[in-house]
C-alpha cells in the first residue's frame, strides 16, 4: 500500500471522526477524502442524506479560509444569472476549517470537450466564457497590472529536474515575458474575482448548466490571467500540428472564447503575456507524461516563434 494511499485512510479517519463528532453520527456518512493538495482535504459523503463534498482546510487561518470561501460561493449562488452557477456553500465548521459543499452531478468539462467536436466544442468554449462573462458584469474594476512581480515569481532556475533544453526554453520564455512586462507594467487592465484556477476539471456541465467548482475565496485577478488559464489548460498538453495558432494556441477557440468573455484583444501585449505566463506556470508545475511534455514545449516554440506577431 502506498504512502499516499495510507495518509488518505488515516485523514479519511479523522475527517469522519470530527464530522460526527460535531454534527452527530446518523447526520454524516460515507465520508472519504479523495484529493490532498497542501492548501485543502477535500472528502465525498453525505449529510442528513444529501450528497456532498467536504472541504478542510489545514493552515493556521483555516478558520478564516472557510468563512470566507463560503461567503463567495453563497454571493454567486445568490447573483449569478442562470445558466451560470457554482457548488453552493450548504454550511461551515469554521473551528475545524471545513466548509460543506453542495455536490454537483453531471460531467467535467474536460470529459465533454474531450468527447466533443469541432462545433460542440465551440459551444462548450463560448459556455465557459458566458460564464466567466457573467462574473466581470458582477464585479469588476480596472487597476493598473504590476507585470513584473508575475515575471519575478516564474524564475525557474533552481528547478533541478530540467535538461538543458527545457532549461533554455524556458529562459526564453521568460525572456520574451521581462519584455512584454516592461511595455505594458502599469497598464490598467480588468480585474473581477471568479475562478482563481479556472481549469477543465473545475468546471462541470449539468442540466445544460455550467458550475464551477473548487472556488477557495473571493481573489481579485485578471480578466486576462484566469483566461489564459482556461485556454493554456484545454490545449498544451495537446498536438499542435496542423491548427492556425494563436500564441501557440488553436486560434479560432482561443479567440472566440477571449471575445466572448469580454477580454479586450486590443490589449494584445496584455493577451500574449498572460499566454506566457500561464504556459511557464503549467509547464513548470504539471504533467510529467513525455508525449504531452513535447507537444508543450512545441506549443512554447510555436508562441516564441510568433513573437512578432501580437494580431
Same mark, same amino acid.
Given at each position: 500500500? &502506498? *504512502?499516499? $494511499? #495510507?495518509?488518505?485512510?488515516? #485523514?479519511?479517519?479523522?475527517? %469522519?471522526?470530527?464530522? !460526527?463528532? =460535531?454534527?452527530?453520527?446518523? *447526520?454524516?456518512? +460515507?465520508?472519504?477524502? %479523495?484529493?490532498?493538495?497542501?492548501?485543502?482535504?477535500? *472528502?465525498? +459523503?453525505?449529510?442528513? +442524506?444529501? %450528497?456532498? /463534498?467536504?472541504?478542510?482546510?489545514?493552515?493556521?487561518?483555516?478558520?478564516?479560509?472557510?468563512?470566507?470561501?463560503?461567503?463567495?460561493?453563497?454571493?454567486?449562488?445568490?447573483?449569478?444569472?442562470?445558466?451560470?452557477?457554482?457548488?453552493? !456553500?450548504?454550511?461551515?465548521?469554521?473551528?475545524?476549517?471545513?466548509?460543506?459543499?453542495?455536490?454537483?452531478?453531471?460531467?467535467?468539462? $474536460?470529459?465533454?470537450?474531450n468527447e466533443a467536436d469541432g462545433p460542440e466544442r465551440e459551444a462548450i468554449v463560448l459556455q465557459v466564457a458566458g460564464w466567466l462573462k457573467a462574473c466581470?458584469? #458582477? %464585479?469588476?474594476?480596472?487597476?493598473?497590472?504590476?507585470?513584473?512581480? #508575475?515575471?519575478?515569481?516564474?524564475?525557474?532556475?533552481?528547478?533541478?529536474?530540467? &535538461?538543458?533544453?527545457?532549461?533554455?526554453?524556458?529562459?526564453?520564455?521568460?525572456?520574451?515575458?521581462?519584455?512584454?512586462?516592461?511595455?505594458?507594467?502599469?497598464?490598467?487592465?480588468?480585474?473581477?474575482?471568479?475562478?482563481?484556477?479556472?481549469?477543465?476539471?473545475?468546471?462541470?456541465? @449539468?442540466?445544460?448548466?455550467?458550475?464551477?467548482?473548487?472556488?477557495?475565496?473571493?481573489? @481579485?485577478?485578471?480578466?486576462? $490571467?484566469?483566461?489564459?488559464?482556461?485556454?493554456?489548460?484545454?490545449?498544451?498538453?495537446?498536438?499542435?500540428?496542423?491548427?492556425?495558432?494563436?500564441?501557440?494556441?488553436?486560434?479560432?477557440?482561443?479567440?472566440?472564447?477571449?471575445?466572448?468573455?469580454?477580454?479586450?484583444?486590443?490589449?494584445? =501585449? /496584455?493577451?500574449?503575456?498572460?499566454?506566457?505566463?500561464?504556459?511557464? =506556470?503549467?509547464? /513548470?508545475?504539471?504533467? &510529467?507524461?513525455?508525449?504531452?511534455?513535447?507537444?508543450? $514545449?512545441?506549443?512554447?516554440?510555436?508562441?516564441?516563434?510568433?513573437?512578432?506577431?501580437?494580431?
Amino acid at each position: 500500500m &502506498t *504512502a499516499t $494511499r #495510507l495518509k488518505k485512510i488515516a #485523514l479519511t479517519l479523522k475527517l %469522519r471522526w470530527q464530522l !460526527c463528532s =460535531r454534527l452527530g453520527f446518523f *447526520a454524516v456518512r +460515507g465520508v472519504r477524502v %479523495r484529493k490532498i493538495e497542501d492548501r485543502s482535504i477535500v *472528502a465525498t +459523503g453525505s449529510y442528513k +442524506g444529501q %450528497r456532498v /463534498v467536504y472541504k478542510q482546510y489545514p493552515q493556521e487561518n483555516a478558520a478564516v479560509r472557510a468563512k470566507r470561501a463560503c461567503t463567495e460561493l453563497q454571493f454567486l449562488e445568490r447573483n449569478l444569472p442562470e445558466p451560470n452557477y457554482v457548488n453552493g !456553500c450548504i454550511d461551515t465548521l469554521p473551528d475545524l476549517g471545513i466548509v460543506i459543499l453542495k455536490w454537483v452531478d453531471g460531467e467535467t468539462v $474536460r470529459q465533454l470537450y474531450n468527447e466533443a467536436d469541432g462545433p460542440e466544442r465551440e459551444a462548450i468554449v463560448l459556455q465557459v466564457a458566458g460564464w466567466l462573462k457573467a462574473c466581470v458584469d #458582477l %464585479r469588476r474594476k480596472e487597476k493598473p497590472l504590476r507585470a513584473a512581480h #508575475l515575471v519575478a515569481r516564474l524564475n525557474v532556475s533552481d528547478n533541478g529536474t530540467l &535538461t538543458s533544453e527545457e532549461r533554455s526554453l524556458l529562459e526564453a520564455m521568460l525572456a520574451e515575458m521581462a519584455a512584454l512586462a516592461e511595455s505594458i507594467e502599469g497598464k490598467p487592465v480588468v480585474y473581477t474575482s471568479a475562478h482563481d484556477d479556472m481549469t477543465l476539471v473545475n468546471l462541470k456541465i @449539468w442540466d445544460g448548466g455550467l458550475y464551477a467548482i473548487d472556488i477557495n475565496k473571493e481573489r @481579485w485577478l485578471p480578466l486576462m $490571467r484566469m483566461a489564459a488559464r482556461f485556454l493554456v489548460m484545454k490545449d498544451f498538453f495537446a498536438p499542435p500540428e496542423g491548427q492556425d495558432l494563436f500564441h501557440g494556441l488553436p486560434a479560432s477557440e482561443a479567440r472566440l472564447f477571449l471575445k466572448a468573455a469580454g477580454v479586450a484583444l486590443r490589449q494584445k =501585449r /496584455v493577451v500574449r503575456f498572460f499566454i506566457a505566463e500561464q504556459m511557464v =506556470r503549467v509547464y /513548470v508545475a504539471r504533467e &510529467t507524461e513525455a508525449e504531452k511534455q513535447e507537444y508543450a $514545449r512545441d506549443r512554447m516554440r510555436a508562441f516564441l516563434a510568433g513573437s512578432q506577431d501580437t494580431a
